[in-house]
């Protein structure tokens, strides 16, 4: 079943084998059915974006991926192997990494510690070499900061890098969770509704930094968004979910002309 | 002029047991001050700094105030006595820990700058056996005692004491720890109810007394076979409980009431003076007699000081000396307006803590007072003394302290 | 206007990390410490140590170490007491020779060096923090705060009733005999206030020295993470475990060693009940919101305020306005309670976050924006 | 039956009126936390503040006449009147709602919208402030209570209990009379709190301040209210460990036999007050009976918190507590 | 109500030229004055960090529990200068607020949550449970979900409960922050659709916070753009969608329609009207 076939896209990219796949996820809260039976996968170097109406379970998907929620049935396969039951932070540590759909920043810390904290797990200096910091752990701390600052400027957030982010508005935020998620360099990057509570302009700012990311350091990329636009224009694959199905699963196109998606989300075939 | 400080207690937990106290120490300065101007001639300099029962704002008082001549601490809180002992012994300045405190400190080749005459914790529990003895015809043997005590150094005081005696009067000892604040009593005295053991003893602070003498007659003990240490015996204790606390007992090292010939004077050189300290209610109480004592027994220190050493205006060290010769006796008490307010007992340079005389007192819930019923007996010295000796033993070796008196 | 950080620019990584990257504030610092190690020991009596000093440096101690718990981790615990106390009782066992029983036979150490014996009552209580820290993995917020209460009032229990610890002295309570360090006194009734002084300064500046760097490297944003917002904390890869049970070893560390301060250099002697019970957790807890969550800096300026405040009070009261002892130990009651009110709402974040706000406007000072 | 057991019973028994007492005094911090999130450490307190104002209403003492006296060098003491019960206790309600609007005017009012520490920080403030205030008040004397409620063995059980068993059981009246108003309490306030539109503005209240605001709800009235029933739960709470241990400082600290009851009820849960209540105090009461004897005994401080954390554990909100929301 | 254009309406609700500082040193609205006609839509447009919120929230009152104040200029409603009563008042008056990032009362079920909404109503039991139904018709989801507790709702299903509530109130005036954030293409239509029929039908007046501006131009009458703290431009809506900066920068359209989000090539660009 795991299809290692690569291809190349129309704009050069190369898609490669399969990284992730979802086999049959059911996930229950009591009563309330979030997922029922849906699979999928995310190939290496894609750029794939689950959508679907408010409610449809696209958040419990990701939670799903990411540890937080355990599914009742279904397996999810990892880089070829299935993933055993694991904590959320063991996740993390095998590349995965994400943003949330409520913002989910550390409110006391600046933009900078936040981060920081997406390095983590490249941190391995122990409690005592950091007690007495000088050597090795500020040398590990300096290591960091320089690939922290790099993302920073990439993301261009660099004025606001001391700025506590309760101060911040929404929409930068947004970017210091891309921030965040990037700094842990992750094989795979998660995005809740990365978009949301943003105008056309700074749209395109940050669709520039998902397809620099996905471009540059070839990282693979899950996303959920409702703004059609940038869901048609960016992503190679799209699942459509609808009250916990999926309904679709297909390139952009095939999408947006299935009529069932257009039943239950996009109300009007969009453009 | 001669500086005392008073390490007062008028607020926290223990405030309504604190106020009394200090009102009668600082009423019987003032007193001197005003009818005889002090001791010796020279004017007594009290200053009251407040502890709140804690011991860092004790230590606090102590640095304080012992700059400024202080003659003689009386610290009040067996936690800030502790803390005393080496520090006022280096500091030169004597201690008086009365009726609480370090109990081995009585051995003065030991413990040279503190003093606890006239009685401590451990005289009190073998007076209190005394008295039980007494009920019996002299013999206890197949009785039951219960301790209950506040779960504390304090508390724990007179256990080693009450299981020696048992061991000499063949009774059976309960021990029921309280904890502090001990507000809740209900399984202590459920056990009582139980086991109905034939008296039950008291080592309680606070608002334990109350709760305890209430929980006593809602089980319906006798009050007259319940006796409280001196620091349970004060009307603060019995008058939540009413009437039902009639005939309880306590412990005592000083006369009770307002009936000595010194009130007269209290009343036209302070009271009626507006010189009264605190609100100037606490007369005659039990606790502010206490305080009143201790102030007469500093200040026959001071004299006895001042008699010694020739001049009026003593220091620390000189007053030590007086306290350690100083001697009580009926007719210095009955001089100084208060007739057979205490036991006589005398100091010596290896006995500072007297000689371990105590009474029972009892409470009349009618009347709302407390009388004397006993004379004040002498503790059993026999099985005391050895305890005192190894206490201080061990406090001795462990501080690298030499006996004196030698 | 009169503070001043521009042009002060910075060109390495290292430069920008370090504690106070301002030039003035650095400036104030090497002068706070030279004052605090070669000028007040000269100047010192026994009233400004022992009523003053030791139980500031003492605090900031125990203050810096709840501040990484509470402030960094988010874990609010109201055990300080009792962990005090197990350091207190530690440092009393070593510094007197601690005794095992093993199968019958005591083996009894020699009295360990008192800055050793600190240190290592520092490391037992760290070990007693992780166990009692342990239920944090599962209880939270208010919750915890009130669980961590059963440590307190356990251990104070254990203490009052487990004669081994206190040696079975006949009181139950303990006291520090003599020890002293290069052949001079720090505990007992003869140290030299000066030494006693200067033995707990050299604590305290080693700790915060410590602290500091712990919590602006990755274990400090691993706690402040799991502060801000636990769950996420965990997806982005901290593990909740470590961080929140190494957040309780080195703040019970810390608190340890105050404790064994507290008891050994400051009070000397020490009823457990009395001295560790939950007046004490509160009023370090006291100390750290006062000065400011977070905030090492907020540590020192709590601990001085409410060490500071009392002795100000009762003398201003007492000895100034000669008002009657309770009366003014009633309304310092108030005008504590009322102070920390006012704090709070002046300004929640604590008296670093008022020193931060008051730097921001003394830079737009005298022009408003 | 054996001894032993019977025994046992009795001290189940007792230990469930424990249990209640402890209740009523938790009963006004989860009306707080509920209303506001507040967790209230001056609870305690003010139970002994209510408690000193009403004996000092009932004896008709001078407030501040320490103070008075101290400044004008005058000697007044007392009105010389008394006040029968029932109406001292509507006065101290009066005095009880005053607080609470003070409380509010100078303090909540301007801390909305901050975190939790905080605000509990705020009630330690509080807490202080009261502590000292109540004693300048009223004094620090140890004043006797007596509202007229009934103390001491209740005959009537102990004579059945007698008669059936052979061992007459010791139940406390005042304990059932605490039983009894309680009970009411508990039903009155999870009426109110539930059902009824003020109670669902509390509850919206605790969970986000600002959006409360922004839906129009009167903040300063909710808070006043639900202080002013704190209060009065205070109140009753404070006649009740009054009449057992007199009118005094330690009274406030009847807030630490409450706590671990909260906390295995829930924060926010009223009836979760009452069985966290039952829970606790027959589980320490046992423990010390059972247990007691070969610890050295003086268990019940710390068990009744071990206790509570073990079932925290298992249930990290309490028994009946809102399920902490965990949600990305 | 309002046709697109016209302006001679009544004012209801003026700000002008207000300052906010937060936490006594941030400055964030740098003299901002905006009219709101009775009965129409006005919208507030700008990017992040504009101060759009911040503008709302110094309307509502609301700011002062974020430790931010309005230190200059005036806000009146109806004429009537209501800066200083609480929020509870303005919602009586009829002003009231749907938060940004929803806010909903996590304890409380959905359906209480939009009770609590009705909170300052006193026209009786049946009125709200009338417009309880009319907010379930407007979201079948809220009622399919009406018992679970908020907290365990769906993003979207937030933002419902959030405008849901405001409804409940019956206000005169909605002031509406971001309410299209997070939500389904189609409810998005569907919630501009209802904020225009009950701006035609019930005269309810509304000030919106948008960054769709594409929507929020469409639906609105007179709009305003904010560039951090200032109004730097406002206008009739027709206008501003003709506005080419507009276009560009708010619409994402270039003179040959609409690009296509992969072919923005650089990041950052200065916006004409501030050079
Ligand atoms: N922890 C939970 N407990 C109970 N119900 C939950 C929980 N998490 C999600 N749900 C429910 O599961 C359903 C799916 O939620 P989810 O957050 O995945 O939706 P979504 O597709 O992300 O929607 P949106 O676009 O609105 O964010 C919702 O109805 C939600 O109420
Ligand atoms: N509580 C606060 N403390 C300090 N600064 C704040 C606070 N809230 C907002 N700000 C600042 O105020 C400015 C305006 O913020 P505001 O939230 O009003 O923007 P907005 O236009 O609503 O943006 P968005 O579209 O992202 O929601 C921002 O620069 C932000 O940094
Ligand atoms: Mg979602
Ligand atoms: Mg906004």
């Not at chain 1, 355990?70 to 299935?82: D, L, M, R, S, T």
């Not at chain 3, 990755?218 to 965990?234: F, V």
Request: aromatic residues 12%; glycine residues 10%; negative net charge.
């Amino acid at each position: 079943m795991m299809d290692q076939e690569t291809y190349v896209t129309a704009d050069g990219r190369t898609i490669g084998g399969v990284l992730m796949e979802m086999r049959n996820i059911s996930l229950r809260f009591g009563g309330v059915k979030a997922i029922t039976d849906i699979s999928f996968d995310i190939r290496e170097g894609e750029i794939r974006a689950i959508i679907g109406p408010n409610g449809a379970g696209k958040s419990s998907m990701l939670n799903v991926i990411s540890g937080f929620y355990i599914p009742q049935e279904g397996e999810v396969w990892y880089k070829g192997a299935v993933r055993p039951q694991m904590r959320p932070f063991e996740v993390a540590r095998q590349g995965i990494a994400r943003t949330f759909q409520n913002i989910a920043l550390f409110e006391g810390m600046s933009v900078l510690d936040n981060v920081m904290t997406g390095r983590l797990n490249h941190m391995t200096m122990g409690l005592l070499s950091q007690a007495i910091w000088k050597g090795k752990a500020e040398q590990e701390e300096i290591e960091n900061r320089e690939v922290a600052e790099k993302i920073i400027d990439f993301l261009e957030i660099q004025h606001i890098r001391k700025t506590p982010v309760s101060r911040l508005p929404y929409g930068l935020k947004k970017r210091v969770e891309l921030a965040r998620a990037l700094a842990a360099q992750p094989s795979l990057l998660l995005l809740d509704e990365p978009m949301a509570g943003m105008n056309v302009e700074e749209k395109e700012d940050m669709s520039r930094f998902i397809l620099d990311v996905n471009d540059e350091f070839g990282t693979t990329i899950a996303l959920i968004e409702h703004d059609m636009g940038v869901v048609m224009d960016l992503s190679d694959r799209v699942v459509v979910m609808d009250y916990g199905k999926k309904i679709g699963d297909g390139s952009p196109d095939e999408v947006r002309n299935n009529q069932a998606v257009i039943d239950a989300y996009l109300g009007v075939a969009h453009d | 002029e001669l500086t005392f400080p008073s390490l007062s207690y008028r607020t926290g937990p223990y405030a309504a047991n604190g106020i009394p106290f200090a009102d009668g120490y600082a009423d019987y300065f003032t007193l001197l001050n005003e009818r005889d101007g002090g001791i010796g001639g020279e004017k007594i300099n009290l200053i009251e700094c407040e502890t709140g029962y804690n011991t860092e704002k004790g230590v606090e008082c102590y640095e304080a105030t012992k700059g400024s001549g202080a003659l003689l601490y009386q610290p009040l809180s067996t936690g800030i006595t502790y803390q005393l002992i080496p520090k006022a012994t280096a500091d030169g300045i004597p201690v008086h820990s009365m009726g609480y405190g370090r109990t081995s400190a009585k051995n003065g080749k030991v413990f040279s700058h503190i003093f606890n005459y006239p009685v401590n914790y451990w005289d009190g529990a073998s007076v209190g056996i005394k008295h039980l003895l007494d009920l019996n015809d002299g013999d206890l043997s197949g009785k039951k005692v219960a301790l209950v005590y506040h779960n504390s150094a304090y508390g724990k005081e007179p256990i080693r004491t009450l299981e020696e005696l048992a061991k000499k009067h063949g009774y059976e000892l309960t021990l029921l720890a309280v904890d502090h604040p001990g507000q809740e009593q209900k399984s202590q005295w459920l056990q009582i109810r139980r086991e109905r053991p034939d008296y039950v003893l008291m080592w309680g602070w606070g608002v334990m007394n109350q709760v305890a003498i209430q929980e006593a007659v809602n089980i319906r003990f006798p009050m007259e076979n319940f006796i409280g240490i001196w620091w349970s015996g004060s009307e603060n204790d019995v008058k939540p409980a009413g009437a039902g606390a009639d005939g309880y007992k306590a412990l005592a090292f000083h006369n009770v009431g307002s009936d000595f010939p010194i009130f007269d004077d209290l009343k036209t050189h302070v009271v009626d003076k507006g010189l009264a300290a605190g609100a100037g209610d606490q007369l005659g109480t039990v606790l502010y007699n206490r305080g009143l004592y201790a102030a007469m027994l500093a200040a026959e220190a001071a004299k006895t000081a001042q008699e010694i050493h020739d001049t009026s205006n003593i220091t620390a060290a000189m007053m030590r000396d007086g306290m350690e010769s100083l001697e009580i006796t009926e007719e210095k008490m009955a001089t100084l307006g208060m007739p057979n307010f205490g036991p006589e007992f005398t100091v010596t340079c290896e006995n500072h803590g007297g000689d371990g005389l105590g009474a029972v007192t009892q409470w009349d819930a009618n009347a709302e007072k407390w009388t004397l019923i006993t004379d004040f007996v002498q503790s059993d010295q026999d099985v005391l003394q050895p305890l005192i000796e190894e206490d201080s033993a061990a406090y001795a070796a462990e501080n690298d302290i030499e006996e004196r008196c030698n | 206007m009169f503070y001043r950080e521009a042009g002060d620019f910075k060109t390495s990584y290292p430069e920008d990390g370090q504690t106070f990257p301002i030039k003035l504030d650095r400036f104030g610092f090497f002068a706070v410490l030279f004052i605090g190690f070669a000028v007040i020991p000269f100047v010192i009596n026994d009233y400004w140590v022992n009523s003053v000093f030791l139980p500031f440096l003492i605090y900031a101690i125990a203050a810096i170490g709840l501040n990484i718990l509470v402030g960094y981790c988010g874990q609010v615990s109201l055990g300080t007491g009792g962990f005090m106390a197990v350091g207190a009782y530690a440092c009393y066992k070593f510094m007197t020779g601690l005794d095992i029983w093993i199968g019958g036979v005591q083996y009894a150490l020699p009295p360990i060096n008192i800055f050793l014996s600190v240190i290592l009552a520092g490391l037992v209580t760290a070990f007693v923090g992780v166990l009692f820290g342990l239920p944090s993995l599962r209880i939270k917020g208010f919750y915890l705060a009130v669980a961590t209460l059963a440590a307190q009032f356990f251990l104070v229990w254990l203490f009052n009733k487990w004669a081994w610890a206190y040696n079975y002295s006949a009181s139950g309570q303990i006291s520090a005999p003599e020890r002293s360090i290069f052949g001079m006194n720090v505990t007992g009734a003869n140290a030299d206030p000066w030494v006693a002084y200067l033995f707990c300064l050299v604590f305290l500046a080693g700790l915060a020295f410590m602290a500091r760097n712990l919590t602006r490297g990755s274990m400090g944003r691993k706690w402040m993470a799991i502060r801000d917002m636990d769950i996420a904390a965990e997806i982005i890869g901290v593990d909740p475990l470590k961080a929140k049970l190494s957040a309780f070893a080195v703040s019970s560390f810390f608190i340890g060693i105050s404790g064994a301060l507290f008891f050994s250099v400051y009070l000397g002697a020490v009823e457990v009940g009395e001295v560790f019970g939950i007046n004490k957790s509160f009023l370090v807890l006291f100390m750290v919101i006062i000065g400011g969550l977070g905030s090492i800096f907020g540590a020192f300026a709590g601990a001085a305020f409410l060490v500071l405040l009392p002795v100000f009070l009762k003398n201003t009261l007492v000895g100034g306005l000669g008002w009657p002892t309770d009366l003014a130990a009633h309304l310092e009651f108030m005008i504590v309670g009322g102070l920390i009110i006012t704090f709070l709402v002046l300004e929640p974040h604590g008296l670093a976050q008022l020193w931060r706000i008051i730097k921001e406007k003394l830079r737009l000072w005298p022009f408003p924006h | 039956m054996p001894e032993q057991l019977l025994w046992g019973m009795e001290v189940f028994m007792n230990g469930l009126m424990a249990g209640v007492l402890y209740a009523l005094v938790a009963l006004g911090f989860v009306l707080i936390f509920k209303a506001s999130g507040i967790f209230n450490f001056s609870q305690g307190v003010m139970a002994l503040f209510a408690a000193l104002t009403l004996v000092g209403i009932m004896e008709g003492r001078v407030p501040f006449s320490h103070l008075i006296n101290a400044v004008f060098g005058t000697s007044v003491h007392h009105f010389g009147w008394n006040v029968p019960a029932f109406a001292a206790i509507l006065l101290t309600m009066v005095v009880m709602v005053a607080l609470a609007w003070m409380v509010n005017r100078f303090i909540f009012r301007h801390l909305v919208g901050q975190e939790p520490i905080i605000l509990f920080m705020a009630t330690i403030g509080l807490a202080y402030f009261l502590e000292g205030f109540g004693d300048i008040m009223w004094g620090s004397d140890i004043k006797k209570l007596d509202v007229g409620l009934p103390q001491g063995i209740n005959g009537f059980i102990d004579e059945i209990t007698f008669n059936l068993l052979g061992y007459g059981f010791f139940i406390d009246n005042l304990d059932l009379w605490a039983t009894f108003i309680a009970v009411l309490l508990v039903i009155a306030l999870v009426m109110f709190a539930q059902y009824s539109k003020h109670g669902r503005a509390m509850r919206a209240v605790a969970d986000d301040h600002q959006a409360a605001l922004s839906v129009g709800i009167n903040l300063n009235f909710i808070w006043v209210m639900v202080w002013s029933l704190a209060g009065f739960v205070a109140l009753v709470a404070g006649i009740m460990w009054g009449t057992k241990s007199g009118v005094q400082f330690s009274l406030s600290l009847i807030a630490l036999k409450a706590l671990p009851v909260l906390m295995l009820g829930g924060f926010t849960s009223i009836p979760g007050a009452i069985v966290g209540g039952l829970i606790i105090g027959v589980g320490e009461k046992l423990f010390e009976f059972i247990v007691g004897p070969m610890v050295g005994g003086a268990t019940e401080n710390w068990f009744a918190y071990v206790l509570a954390l073990i079932f925290l554990v298992f249930r990290p909100q309490g028994l009946f507590g809102e399920k902490i929301i965990e949600r990305v | 109500m309002l046709d697109a254009g016209e302006t001679a309406q009544e004012t209801l609700l003026e700000v002008n030229n207000i300052e906010v500082i937060y936490n006594h040193v941030i400055l964030v609205l740098k003299g901002v004055s905006l009219k709101v006609p009775k009965g129409g839509i006005t919208a507030l447009l700008g990017g992040n960090g504009a101060g759009k919120t911040t503008t709302l929230k110094a309307v509502s009152n609301l700011l002062h529990s974020e430790r931010g104040e309005v230190t200059k200029g005036s806000i009146s409603y109806r004429g009537e200068r209501v800066q200083d009563l609480t929020p509870n008042d303005l919602v009586q008056k009829g002003v009231i607020q749907v938060m940004e990032g929803r806010h909903c009362f996590e304890h409380l079920t959905v359906e209480e949550n939009l009770l609590t909404g009705a909170y300052t109503r006193q026209d009786g039991k049946g009125a709200i449970d009338a417009d309880l139904n009319m907010v379930y018709d407007y979201f079948p989801r809220l009622k399919e979900r009406r018992r679970s507790q908020a907290g365990y709702t769906s993003g979207g299903e937030q933002q419902m409960i959030a405008l849901g509530r405001a409804l409940m109130s019956r206000p005169e005036t909605i002031l509406l922050d971001e309410p299209s954030m997070g939500l389904a293409p189609q409810l998005v239509e569907q919630i501009f659709g209802i904020v225009k029929s009950l701006n035609e039908e019930e005269g309810y007046t509304f000030l919106l916070a948008e960054q769709n501006t594409n929507v929020a131009l469409r639906f609105a009458h007179y709009g305003y753009i904010l560039e951090s703290g200032r109004v730097v431009m406002d206008g009739v809506a027709s206008d501003l969608r003709e506005n080419p900066d507009v276009k560009e920068f708010y619409l994402g359209m270039s003179d040959e329609g609409r690009k296509s989000f992969r072919d923005v090539r650089s990041y950052r660009r200065r916006k004409r009207w501030l050079s």
